[in-house]
């Protein structure tokens, strides 16, 4: 009976993320500098077992394990092979940046604890597995940001590490309330006993918990720290951490407002942060000139879309399939996004684009679908997310939201059509500058174009993608 | 098959890095012209489908989970306008046979315009022809920025800006109409069967605000036609061609498609905002384009005079009175009519004026003067042209304007003011002929060389084309008509 309701095999994907992370962290002392790829390679063969594994955990029915404190349903699943997918990219993208790097299996094991991280949020059915798989996730990230030593990462590193602290405190105090009030932290006793809890007190613990979540998902108000970092740190740290620790992010914060009873308005509160995340992020990319930190506030807003369907969680049978498929579109758009800045390491203005389109037209194509990808202009994938997700929220009865979404869509496609302009212009006579020293990285231009191909794909094969994250 | 084999060869043009400028642009040509057979070759098994019905459909799920599908299918509405945009297209692929501009991209991109504009026609489902809607902005976009001149970047970007503004305005009134219909869905047929927000004049108002907004953007019709301008003036002339020709037409054609089968209350309801902006358009497109001296943005504002005669037409279509149903019915033959010859006439007339920039760099109408002395060709396919524009009798231009009207003062007299549309059209057309082809010759007409071969073929055709249809309106009327007569019975409901 013990060892039935322990389940502990429910979590192979889990436990291979953790294993490979310290088994990446160890090996990579005894291993020699130039033979470091080894490590990578491992890396590389732990996240394909998760994505295999995560894919049979996907066909089974919903199941829980140790006791009902973790969940593995359609939501857990596809965070998994989401996040897996989308570490695999970043280290795929990393490749030309961390090569024989003096902290090369660091990394490779940051990025597989910062993953484990994200995916025990997504599944986590109690509180405290949720401050667990929070603290998993946002470790690794100051060290990630804080691995190159220039004065930008360590700005961007203690900003986030301060924001971090003063935010994941506000989590664990949401936990602490709503465990006192109701003696649990399971959250199927949750939901039916914060019934009869002071709505007060519930609904103060639950903006704690939500300021926790938004801050790993980097939306208002918890996002200072998300442009700073993905200016400041390197390519793969900045793709990982405006991409992957969002996934489990929102899949938590959808669970937990499942469990919070109809006296705490929190279909408001939720939809305050989204259409302050994307109007916010919007209005303040707009006059980037650096293109990291223009996709810096552009996450910031994909955030407030996400959150969307989040609002109408429980009224709507499209708020979670539409919040899978937007998190699955965003991941490998986003990431062909950041892959594109990550192989053009002298381009550090948008100006700098001016003529990329002559000199390499594959990579100008992926940041063309990229970008407008982003915005959500047909057939890539997150047009169908964001499609479904206003669908949804005017389906639950929030058709303001699916205005304001498209409203802000058009603010938005301002500032990737500045960046999308110069790409396309003929080049300069005589050259730019930043042209004639043209490095181009080859594994990150790679990261890129696959990334744009498998975000049209996913797109024209929207209905497939549909099924799966529609659950059995 | 009508609709990807331009997608692939657009594709193949554009991944073969090799392959050199001239089979380039000879492939472009070679691939209209099949696609133009196939859609002939469609036209000619075409069989009325019954009312609300389309012929060759084809059903294929596409997102299950929101009822959205991959739904192809003609009726007489869509026929006429897939014909024209093969016809314009081949024409354009044949103009640009003298491109010397990276010929390759060009083609390709066109291809990928051309695919898009068939898929819209032929869309069945809300979120198709959305996509197909997007796209085409998209495509255009990048027409402009990559081949305009003048100020290419700024033009391009106020036209993507306004058109996806549409866009999405329309995407905001497409999930309102699916979330209103019971069982939810984007199909076409079914939404017009079911006319979901019937008895809810409020909420059908705003869903149908929010499609008309998008579809004017698109038109263009008073107030939202000023990204026109600029955008016809930096962009190509196979661009501008394509862009009056084929993708106003989308905003019209949504009007008959969309608008009026599944909302027919609020149609009703909203008839008289429609039909006034529609006279609006016609006298304002008329005057401005009077006062301008550029030649391309007189015939761009023509083009906001010419949409204005559809916009009247379909908004008379819903002025249901008593035993005005025929009428009615002429009206909105007429306004289909209109789009094929508008596409037909105006295309032909914006690769007439890419020739004025391309032997003298000038689209200003005083630097030239006494042009039919030095190009006698030039100046009698542009006279064909600018009459047919204005609405000579012969031309399919009269006969879509004379339907139009016949059938609006019939439904509503006041509309005959807007009758004063044509005389300023008129006028500005032979104060232009005059001031380019007559007189002595001055100016930049000084050794103006003439009209070359291909430049004959592609504008020829499509004027020759505007006068058979002109002469001969019968086939093509014989497939609208039934279509026209189901349109109204819709909006009567």
Same mark, same amino acid.
């Given at each position: 009976?013990?060892?039935?309701?322990?389940?502990?095999?429910?979590?192979?994907?889990?436990?291979?993320?953790?294993?490979?992370?310290?088994?990446?962290?160890?090996?990579?002392?005894?291993?020699?500098?130039?033979?470091?790829?080894?490590?990578?390679?491992?890396?590389?063969?732990?996240?394909?077992?998760?994505?295999?594994?995560?894919?049979?955990? +996907?066909?089974?029915?919903?199941?829980?394990?140790?006791?009902?404190?973790?969940?593995?349903?359609?939501?857990?699943?596809?965070?998994?092979?989401?996040?897996?997918?989308?570490?695999?990219?970043?280290?795929?993208?990393?490749?030309?940046?961390?090569?024989?790097?003096?902290?090369?299996?660091?990394?490779?094991?940051?990025?597989?604890?910062?993953?484990?991280?994200?995916?025990?949020?997504?599944?986590?059915?109690?509180?405290?597995?949720?401050?667990?798989?929070?603290?998993?996730?946002?470790?690794?990230?100051?060290?990630?940001?804080?691995?190159?030593?220039?004065?930008?990462?360590?700005?961007?590193?203690? @900003?986030?590490?301060?924001?971090?602290?003063?935010?994941?405190?506000?989590?664990?105090?949401?936990?602490? !309330?709503?465990?006192?009030?109701?003696?649990?932290?399971?959250?199927?006793?949750?939901?039916?006993?914060?019934?009869?809890?002071?709505?007060?007190?519930?609904?103060?613990?639950?903006?704690?918990?939500?300021?926790?979540?938004?801050? @790993?998902?980097?939306?208002?108000?918890?996002?200072?720290?998300?442009?700073?970092?993905?200016?400041?740190? &390197?390519?793969?740290?900045?793709?990982?951490?405006?991409?992957?620790? @969002?996934?489990?992010?929102?899949?938590?914060?959808?669970?937990? !407002?499942?469990?919070?009873?109809?006296?705490?308005?929190?279909?408001?509160? !939720?939809?305050?942060?989204?259409?302050?995340?994307?109007?916010?992020?919007?209005?303040?990319?707009?006059?980037?000139?650096?293109?990291?930190?223009? +996709?810096?506030?552009?996450?910031?807003?994909?955030?407030?879309?996400?959150?969307?369907?989040?609002?109408?969680?429980?009224?709507?049978?499209?708020?979670?399939?539409?919040?899978?498929?937007?998190?699955?579109?965003?991941?490998?758009?986003?990431?062909?996004?950041?892959?594109?800045?990550?192989?053009?390491?002298?381009?550090?203005?948008?100006?700098?684009?001016?003529?990329?389109?002559?000199?390499?037209?594959?990579?100008?194509?992926?940041?063309?679908?990229?970008?407008?990808?982003?915005?959500?202009?047909?057939?890539?994938?997150?047009?169908?997310? @964001?499609?479904?997700?206003?669908?949804?929220?005017?389906?639950?009865?929030?058709?303001?939201?699916?205005?304001?979404?498209?409203? &802000?869509?058009?603010?938005?496609?301002?500032?990737?059509?500045?960046?999308?302009?110069?790409?396309?212009?003929?080049?300069?006579?005589?050259?730019?500058?930043?042209?004639?020293?043209?490095?181009?990285?080859?594994?990150?231009?790679?990261?890129?174009?696959?990334?744009?191909?498998?975000?049209?794909?996913?797109?024209?094969?929207?209905?497939?993608?549909?099924?799966?994250?529609?659950?059995? | 098959?009508?609709?990807?084999?331009? =997608?692939?060869?657009?594709?193949?043009?554009?991944?073969?890095?090799?392959?050199?400028?001239?089979?380039?642009?000879?492939?472009?040509?070679?691939?209209?012209?099949?696609? =133009?057979?196939?859609?002939?070759?469609?036209?000619?098994?075409?069989?009325?489908?019954?009312?609300?019905?389309?012929?060759?459909?084809?059903?294929?799920?596409?997102?299950?989970?929101?009822?959205?599908?991959?739904?192809?299918?003609?009726?007489?509405?869509?026929?006429?306008?897939?014909?024209?945009?093969?016809?314009?297209?081949?024409?354009?692929?044949?103009?640009?046979?003298?491109?010397?501009?990276?010929?390759?991209?060009?083609?390709?991109?066109?291809?990928?315009?051309?695919?898009?504009?068939?898929?819209?026609?032929?869309?069945?489902?809300?979120?198709?022809?959305?996509?197909?809607?997007?796209?085409?902005?998209?495509?255009?976009?990048?027409?402009?920025?990559?081949?305009?001149?003048?100020?290419?970047?700024?033009?391009?970007?106020?036209?993507?800006?306004?058109?996806?503004?549409?866009?999405?305005?329309?995407?905001?009134?497409?999930?309102?109409?699916?979330?209103?219909?019971?069982?939810?869905?984007?199909?076409?047929? %079914?939404?017009?069967?079911?006319?979901?927000?019937?008895?809810?004049?409020?909420?059908?108002?705003?869903?149908?605000?929010?499609?008309?907004?998008?579809?004017?953007?698109?038109?263009?019709?008073?107030?939202?036609?000023?990204?026109?301008?600029?955008?016809?003036?930096? %962009?190509?002339?196979?661009?501008?061609?394509?862009?009056?020709?084929?993708?106003?037409?989308?905003?019209?054609?949504?009007?008959?498609?969309?608008?009026?089968?599944?909302?027919?209350?609020?149609?009703?309801?909203?008839?008289?905002?429609?039909?006034?902006?529609?006279?609006?358009?016609?006298?304002?497109?008329?005057?401005?384009?009077?006062?301008?001296?550029?030649?391309?943005?007189?015939?761009?504002?023509?083009?906001?005079?010419?949409?204005?005669?559809?916009?009247?037409?379909?908004?008379?279509?819903?002025?249901?009175?008593?035993?005005? $149903?025929?009428?009615?019915?002429?009206?909105?033959?007429?306004?289909?009519?209109?789009?094929?010859?508008?596409?037909?006439?105006?295309?032909?007339?914006?690769?007439?004026?890419?020739?004025?920039?391309?032997?003298?760099?000038?689209?200003?109408?005083?630097?030239?003067?006494?042009?039919?002395?030095?190009?006698?060709?030039? $100046?009698?396919?542009? $006279?064909?042209?600018?009459?047919?524009?204005?609405?000579?009798?012969?031309?399919?231009?009269?006969?879509?304007?004379?339907?139009?009207?016949?059938?609006?003062?019939? %439904?509503?007299?006041?509309?005959?003011?807007?009758?004063?549309?044509?005389?300023?059209?008129?006028?500005?057309?032979?104060?232009?002929?005059?001031?380019?082809? %007559?007189?002595?010759?001055?100016?930049?007409?000084?050794?103006?060389?003439?009209?070359?071969?291909?430049?004959?073929?592609?504008?020829?055709?499509?004027?020759?084309?505007?006068? =058979?249809?002109?002469?001969?309106?019968?086939?093509?009327?014989?497939?609208?008509?039934?279509?026209?007569?189901?349109?109204?019975?819709?909006?009567?409901?």
């Amino acid at each position: 009976m013990q060892t039935d309701m322990m389940r502990p095999l429910l979590l192979l994907p889990e436990m291979l993320l953790v294993v490979g992370a310290l088994t990446a962290l160890l090996g990579g002392s005894f291993v020699p500098r130039h033979r470091q790829w080894i490590i990578r390679v491992l890396t590389a063969v732990v996240l394909v077992a998760v994505v295999g594994t995560a894919a049979v955990g +996907l066909a089974g029915p919903t199941r829980t394990a140790f006791d009902d404190s973790f969940t593995v349903d359609t939501a857990t699943g596809a965070a998994r092979i989401i996040a897996a997918v989308g570490t695999l990219l970043v280290l795929v993208l990393a490749a030309d940046e961390i090569a024989g790097a003096a902290r090369e299996s660091e990394i490779c094991a940051l990025l597989l604890f910062g993953t484990a991280g994200t995916v025990l949020l997504a599944g986590a059915d109690d509180l405290l597995v949720l401050a667990v798989g929070f603290l998993l996730a946002t470790i690794p990230l100051y060290g990630l940001i804080g691995i190159v030593s220039t004065a930008a990462g360590a700005e961007a590193a203690v @900003k986030t590490y301060l924001l971090g602290a003063l935010l994941g405190i506000l989590l664990l105090l949401g936990v602490t !309330v709503l465990s006192g009030l109701t003696g649990s932290t399971g959250y199927a006793d949750l939901t039916a006993r914060l019934a009869d809890a002071p709505p007060g007190a519930v609904t103060a613990a639950a903006v704690a918990l939500v300021a926790g979540l938004v801050f @790993k998902a980097g939306g208002v108000p918890g996002h200072f720290w998300v442009p700073d970092a993905a200016q400041g740190a &390197n390519a793969t740290a900045a793709t990982f951490l405006t991409t992957v620790p @969002k996934i489990g992010a929102l899949v938590a914060i959808y669970r937990l !407002v499942g469990v919070l009873p109809d006296t705490v308005p929190w279909p408001v509160l !939720v939809a305050t942060v989204a259409v302050a995340s994307m109007t916010w992020g919007n209005l303040a990319a707009y006059w980037q000139s650096d293109p990291r930190r223009l +996709l810096g506030w552009s996450t910031v807003s994909q955030v407030g879309f996400l959150l969307v369907p989040v609002v109408v969680a429980g009224r709507s049978d499209l708020a979670l399939p539409s919040l899978l498929l937007y998190l699955a579109g965003y991941t490998v758009t986003n990431i062909a996004a950041f892959a594109v800045t990550a192989a053009l390491p002298d381009r550090r203005d948008l100006a700098d684009y001016r003529g990329l389109a002559a000199q390499a037209p594959w990579l100008a194509a992926a940041l063309v679908v990229a970008l407008l990808g982003l915005v959500g202009t047909p057939p890539t994938v997150v047009f169908i997310g @964001k499609l479904t997700t206003a669908t949804a929220a005017w389906d639950g009865g929030h058709g303001w939201l699916a205005v304001v979404v498209f409203a &802000n869509t058009l603010i938005s496609l301002f500032y990737y059509l500045r960046w999308i302009v110069p790409t396309y212009r003929r080049p300069e006579p005589g050259g730019h500058p930043a042209e004639r020293s043209s490095a181009v990285g080859r594994w990150a231009s790679r990261t890129a174009v696959t990334a744009a191909a498998v975000s049209l794909a996913l797109g024209l094969a929207g209905g497939m993608v549909w099924t799966a994250v529609s659950g059995p | 098959m009508i609709i990807f084999l331009p =997608l692939v060869a657009g594709l193949a043009l554009a991944a073969l890095p090799r392959l050199g400028d001239r089979t380039a642009r000879w492939t472009w040509v070679a691939v209209t012209a099949v696609d =133009l057979a196939l859609i002939i070759g469609l036209w000619l098994r075409y069989e009325t489908p019954p009312p609300g019905g389309l012929a060759f459909e084809e059903q294929v799920p596409w997102i299950p989970g929101v009822n959205s599908s991959y739904h192809l299918g003609v009726d007489g509405l869509s026929l006429p306008l897939i014909a024209m945009t093969g016809v314009i297209f081949l024409a354009c692929a044949v103009y640009a046979l003298r491109n010397r501009r990276r010929p390759r991209a060009q083609a390709a991109l066109f291809l990928f315009l051309h695919s898009v504009s068939l898929g819209l026609f032929l869309a069945a489902d809300l979120i198709l022809f959305f996509v197909f809607f997007d796209l085409s902005i998209v495509g255009m976009y990048f027409v402009i920025a990559g081949w305009g001149h003048g100020n290419p970047g700024r033009s391009a970007m106020k036209f993507f800006l306004y058109t996806f503004l549409g866009s999405l305005a329309l995407l905001v009134g497409f999930i309102g109409l699916y979330v209103a219909a019971e069982p939810h869905t984007f199909d076409m047929p %079914a939404l017009a069967a079911a006319t979901p927000l019937a008895g809810r004049p409020l909420a059908g108002g705003l869903v149908l605000a929010a499609i008309l907004v998008g579809l004017a953007v698109k038109t263009p019709t008073v107030p939202f036609h000023t990204w026109l301008p600029p955008a016809h003036t930096d %962009a190509p002339s196979v661009g501008s061609a394509v862009l009056a020709g084929v993708l106003l037409k989308m905003g019209t054609y949504g009007f008959v498609r969309i608008a009026m089968p599944m909302l027919p209350q609020a149609w009703r309801a909203w008839a008289w905002v429609i039909v006034v902006v529609g006279v609006v358009s016609v006298l304002y497109g008329a005057l401005v384009a009077l006062a301008q001296t550029n030649v391309k943005r007189m015939i761009a504002y023509t083009s906001v005079n010419h949409m204005g005669y559809i916009v009247l037409a379909v908004g008379v279509a819903g002025l249901v009175a008593g035993d005005t $149903a025929a009428a009615r019915s002429i009206a909105v033959t007429g306004a289909v009519y209109q789009m094929v010859s508008h596409g037909l006439i105006t295309a032909a007339l914006f690769l007439l004026t890419g020739v004025l920039r391309d032997r003298a760099g000038s689209y200003e109408m005083r630097e030239y003067g006494g042009l039919a002395a030095p190009a006698p060709r030039f $100046a009698a396919v542009f $006279a064909v042209g600018a009459f047919a524009s204005l609405g000579l009798p012969a031309f399919t231009g009269f006969i879509a304007e004379f339907q139009i009207f016949t059938g609006s003062v019939a %439904a509503a007299p006041v509309t005959a003011v807007a009758i004063l549309g044509i005389l300023v059209t008129a006028a500005l057309f032979l104060r232009a002929l005059q001031g380019l082809l %007559a007189g002595d010759t001055r100016g930049r007409a000084v050794g103006f060389t003439d009209l070359r071969p291909a430049e004959v073929w592609s504008v020829g055709p499509l004027l020759l084309l505007s006068l =058979l249809f002109g002469v001969l309106p019968r086939p093509l009327l014989d497939v609208i008509e039934p279509a026209s007569a189901t349109v109204i019975d819709l909006v009567g409901r």
